[in-house]
Structure formats: C-alpha cells, structure tokens
C-alpha cells in the first residue's frame, strides 16, 4: 500500500474535540476531593452503575455492573447516586470555557464538544497546538476535572486524536500525519463506523482505517451508504461534516427521568420527583424555543413496569407550573399505594416553536406570555447560580433539612444560596 500521506496541507482547518474524562465521576471527585485516585462508580439508584473512575475500571470494574458484582471484584469500590443536574451544571461551564477562545462551538453530548479554532492563531498570539493546549489547562483548572483533546483537520479524525491517548492526553495530528495514526487504527474504531459495517468492511478485505482511505471514490459510492461517504471524506482530511453550533429545532419530543434507591410508595416524594422531571423538560424546551401541548408522565414499578397518562393542554406552554396541576389531577390514575416505584418519567411532545404562538380561547397563552417574563429571570438565576436556584414547591421532597449535592455544589462554588440573592 502507497506510503504517500492523504492530504498535503497541515491544517487547511483546525477542529478540536474536547472530551471530558470519566466525566461523572470526575464531577463527584471534583466536589469531594478525598475521592480522588480511588476506585468511583456512580449509578447507585439504578442497582446498575453508569459510569466508573479510571481506577475503578484498572480493578476490573466495568460499567453495567450491579453493586454486588463490584463488590466481589473490588470491594473498596465506592458506589454513589447519580446527580444529573450537578453534571448539567459542570457541562454549561465547559462550553462556556470553549466559547472564550471561539464562538464556534457545537455542543455535542454532555461531556464532549467540538470547537473551530480555524484563523485564530494571530489573534490568540498561539498557534493550534498552543492553543488547544491553553483549552486543556484552562478547563482543567477552573472545573478540577481531566479532559482529552484531540486537534486535526475534521471532525473524524479529531474526535481520533482526543481518544488516542486518554485520559488526560492532548494529540495533534495535522493534515500530513493523518496516514500514520490511520494505519494504527482498526475500523470498529472510526468514529461512525458500527459493528455491522466494521464486519461488512472485513469481509471485503479492510482491516483498519487506513484501509478504507486509501479506497476510491467510485468504490466507497458503491459499496457503503451516503454517512460512510462523508466519513470516508474526513478520514481524508476533507472537511465536510460542519460544526452545528446553533441551537436544535428538530427535537419531536423531550424527556427527564429519575430513578431512585430506595423504591418507594410515597406519594408526596413520587409528586416531588415529576415536578423536578417536569422542570428539567420545560427548561429544556425554554433553552431553544419549544413549547409542548402535550405531554406524558409515568411511574416505574420495582417490577420494571411503567404506568402512565397522555394530558392534552388547549395551548403550547413550556412553563411548569401550567401543566404540574394537570399531573397531580392525574397522579390517582395510575398510583397504587401496595407498589413500589423506582423511577418517574415526564416526556413532553408535540413540540412547536414559540415563535408563532396563537391565542387561544381560554386564556392559557396570556397566562403564558406573563409567565415567559418571570421564567427569563428564573433561567438567568439558573444560569448564574445553579439549576433549581428557584423551583416549584412541588418539588420539596420530604426530609429537605438533610443536606443535598445541590447544596454541597453551591458551597464548593461558593456561589450564595438562595436566600442571599439580593
């Protein structure tokens, strides 16, 4: 196979992929630092754990284990609850960091991003490298947390770099180099390649990465799907899967869940846990302009069995406090008081843009649009101070005078409670 590298330009684009490492638990780790360099699972409340510390997985813990499997294998493992909202707060601040070197940023999942720092380099007074390195440490040093980053010419070959050497690892592999780390890399690898087509590629005689690259482009049109294409292209170094930085429109519905240990009958606690699910899903909805006139609710049975109800509203909202009377009207529905529930769930649906919002005959959408001024304040508090700065009093559960993470999170950040808003 020809020697010759792919693409005879360095960086005709700079693209970097920033990936958090271990990232839940990493955020744990970070607000308790007598956590650090031990064996960390979090996913206590599921039975199940969902994600692990690198020490952790070295003693063989994998995740999808059960408590008790950990146990056997590690026993010095320690196993915590999941806390969704602390981790949403730590991902905000990550893009937020990102966005102070450049404003093109696609927020790609939780933990990882993509950045364009194409033309930066006389700006910023550092070429790529330095400047995904100040990235790196700039993150690092304002969340406590470890990040990997990967620096090349797509959004493939960087998402590449950023896993070639984790954790903490920083890889730049410019246009020229992209053959050397290709042929190192087995398909099933690719970013965009699943087991099926890695399988499918095999049998046709690729093994690596390299492999397809060097294949023609008549060959890949005819042999592999439009997605495969567009990889094959990046893999080239020919960038053609852009940053999508603006926010999304296309979402047919949005949901929040919550499991929790021990299962419970209570319904107090159980009314509790849906306004926080509702919560979450309306401030989602607020975030890019979506309003919901339907919606589902359900609880989870230690049985894993799910009961629920459909409510049609008479306008869009995406305001709580609107639509939490309707599940507590419905709550008697479904809640029986000899189960045990695990888990609650609120999934709006039906969404449209708040853009072209109509009157309707029953006065809901003046009560929403005085509403929509009161929820910008409660989303800039949010913003600055935490998720859940303000929240429906439905949410109280009971025991509130115990200290929670939330409260642990503000004091760390030393960002004031509540009370001390002025």
């Known amino acids: 196979m020809s020697t010759a590298p792919l693409s005879i330009h360095s960086f005709p684009k700079a693209i970097l992929h920033i990936d958090a490492d271990a990232f839940f638990v990493s955020c744990e780790q970070a607000l308790n630092p007598t956590l650090k360099n031990k064996p960390v699972a979090v996913g206590k409340e599921r039975g199940i754990v969902t994600a692990i510390s690198y020490e952790a997985k070295a003693k063989g813990v994998k995740r999808g284990m059960r408590g008790f499997e950990i146990k056997r294998i590690c026993p010095e493992c320690i196993i915590l609850p999941s806390h969704y909202e602390t981790y949403g707060l730590f991902s905000l601040r990550m893009y937020e960091i990102v ?6 940023v696609e927020e790609y999942s939780i933990d990882e991003c993509f950045a364009d720092i194409t ?5 910023l007074g ?10 790196k440490r700039t993150l690092e040093t304002e969340l406590g947390l470890s990040f990997s980053v990967g620096l090349s010419v797509t959004k493939t070959i960087a998402k590449i770099a950023s896993n070639w050497n984790k954790p ?8 020229t180099e992209i053959h050397h780390y290709l042929k190192k890399l087995p398909l099933e690898r690719i970013w965009g390649i699943g087991p099926q087509t890695s399988a499918y590629l095999n049998k046709l005689g690729l093994k690596t990465a390299l492999d397809l690259a060097r294949k023609s482009q008549d060959w890949v049109q005819a042999k592999l799907t439009k997605p495969h294409y567009e990889t094959w292209q990046e893999l080239r170094g020919q960038a053609v899967l852009i940053l999508e930085t603006g926010s999304k429109k296309n979402y047919k519905s ?3 869940s919550h ?8 319904p107090q606690f159980l009314l509790a846990q849906l306004a926080k699910n509702l919560e979450a899903a309306c401030a989602h909805a607020r975030r890019f302009n979506l309003a919901s006139n339907k919606l589902f609710f359900y609880l989870k049975t230690q049985q894993f069995k799910y009961y629920g109800a459909k409510i049609k509203f008479t306008a869009p909202t995406h305001h709580p406090n609107l639509l939490m009377p309707a599940i507590r009207k419905h709550f008697g529905q479904i809640y029986c008081q000899k ?7 609120v999934t709006l649906t039906n969404l449209k843009t708040t853009e072209n919002t109509q009157m309707d005959l029953w006065g809901q959408t003046q009560k929403d ?6 929820y910008r304040g409660i989303d800039k508090l949010g913003a600055k101070y935490g998720r859940r700065t303000v929240f429906l009093a439905t949410a109280l559960t009971p025991n509130t005078h115990q200290p929670s993470p939330k409260l642990m999170l503000k004091r760390n950040f030393n960002i004031p409670l509540l009370g001390k808003v002025s």
């Open 339 to 345: 189960s045990l529930y695990r888990a609650t769930g």
């Open 126 to 135: 550092m070429n790529y490298p330095e400047i995904a390195a100040r990235i």
């Open 119 to 123: 033309g930066l380099q006389r700006p």
């Open 99 to 104: 966005k102070r070197f450049t404003p093109t």
């Open 254 to 256: 949005i949901t929040r």
């Open 168 to 175: 903490s690892g920083i890889v730049s592999i410019p246009g």
């Open 369 to 374: 649009s005085k509403l929509t001024q009161i």
């Open 259 to 266: 499991t929790f240990n021990p299962p419970t009958n209570n």
